[in-house]
């Protein structure tokens, strides 16, 4: 059996980190090793980290100044001895057979990256937690032409934004020297899977769902009002077109993807405005205008086929330019998603 490595990165997480260390050493598949990077945590997490690797003999603490969660992932590649990689958030937790499926999947189809669904877990009314399942069908895709054929599809069922649902080969990581961005708020993630996929020549997806995804409603980052989403949510469009063109399939259904996946941020950038106690309704109108007459706002609406009634709709407001309506109707989705989180996520699989 191949080893496992199992890097976390940790900062003031809290008690949550045992529950995830925990469901991760207990995982049937043996050959493993976790490793987690206390990137400048309070006193008190940094000493359940250290218990943590008092109690697991497979369980590694490392310490470093606050730099991130990218600059805490790279430091655990570097430490990582394991032929494969995989990446835990701190809060979260995971199905014991998950490892097992991943790697015998990896094997059965001699795949370079192999990728799983996963549970949105979210807190709802009563205080308890909801999963809710973002899953796929199963694929084996054996060759560069394979991969790209899919790839739209990959893309456009939730399962590439992260990297915490996929086993990662640690000789492409090596040889090609990918790294997570440090410095980044959003998208790290998406860069490194960017960067992976375009030297893989083989992939495994996985039906099933494992790894239970902890999305707390106010502590998520897209929960927190920035002045820089627009320009960040641009970036990324930028970004994702770029690499569909290295990937050569920047055709009509990637373009649509593409500009669909940005409307859709671009909704969320205006739900954003609504999280500041500073933004007078003035000024959230004022957000509007400037993101409707953004050119990438105009290609993302012209050229997006949204699949939901709601964004159909959302849509139609944003070709009309109905600023009023556009921002009474994204307060409506700013209120599901603070007082009903579970129905605002179940909404969102229909995008």
């Known amino acids: 059996m191949e080893l496992v490595s199992i890097i976390i990165p940790v900062y003031n997480t809290g008690n949550r980190l045992r529950k995830c260390v925990e469901s ?7 050959d493993k090793e976790i490793i987690i990077v206390d990137d400048g945590s309070e006193s008190e997490t940094a000493k359940l980290c250290e218990a943590l690797a008092w109690e697991y003999d497979i369980v590694a603490c490392y310490h470093q100044k606050n730099a991130g969660v990218s600059s805490a992932r790279n430091y655990g590649i570097e430490k990582a001895k394991g032929a494969y990689l995989f990446f835990a958030d701190a809060d979260d937790y995971a199905e014991t057979g998950m490892l097992r499926c991943m790697v015998d999947s990896a094997v059965k189809h001699e795949a370079e990256l192999v990728i799983s669904g996963y549970f949105y877990d979210i807190p709802n009314r009563n205080g308890s937690l909801e999963a809710i399942p973002q899953k796929t069908s199963a694929k084996a895709l054996k060759s560069r032409e394979e991969i790209r054929k899919n790839m739209v599809c990959l893309w456009d069922s939730s399962l ?8 990662f080969c640690r000789g492409i990581i090596d040889e090609y020297r990918i790294r997570f961005p440090v410095g980044k708020v959003f998208n790290e993630d998406r860069d490194f899977i960017r960067d992976y996929i375009q030297h893989t020549t083989s992939v495994a997806v996985i039906e099933s769902c494992f790894y239970h995804y902890f999305r707390e409603n106010e ?15 641009k970036e990324e469009f930028h970004k994702l077109i770029e690499f569909f063109e290295k990937m050569e399939i920047w055709n009509t259904e990637a373009k649509e993807y593409v500009c669909r996946e940005h409307f859709d941020r671009l ?42 009634w709601k964004m159909k709709q959302m849509r139609l407001l944003y070709q009309l330019k109905c600023k009023y309506l556009i921002y009474a109707s994204t307060y409506a989705v700013y209120k599901i998603r603070t007082m009903h989180p579970e129905m605002f996520y179940r909404l969102r699989q229909s995008r």
Not at 160 to 167: E, H, I
Not at 221 to 230: N, V, W
């Open 160 to 167: 590439m934004y992260n990297v915490w649902n996929k086993l």
């Open 267 to 308: 909704v969320g950038t205006v739900e954003n405005t609504f999280h500041s106690k500073d933004m007078t309704g003035k000024k959230i109108i004022g957000e509007i205008i400037k993101i409707l007459n953004d050119e990438d706002t105009k290609t993302a609406v012209k050229y997006c086929r949204p699949k939901s």
């Open 24 to 30: 991760l050493a207990n995982q049937t598949y043996k």
């Open 219 to 233: 502590a998520a980052a897209t929960g927190k009002y920035r002045s820089e989403m627009l320009a960040i949510r």
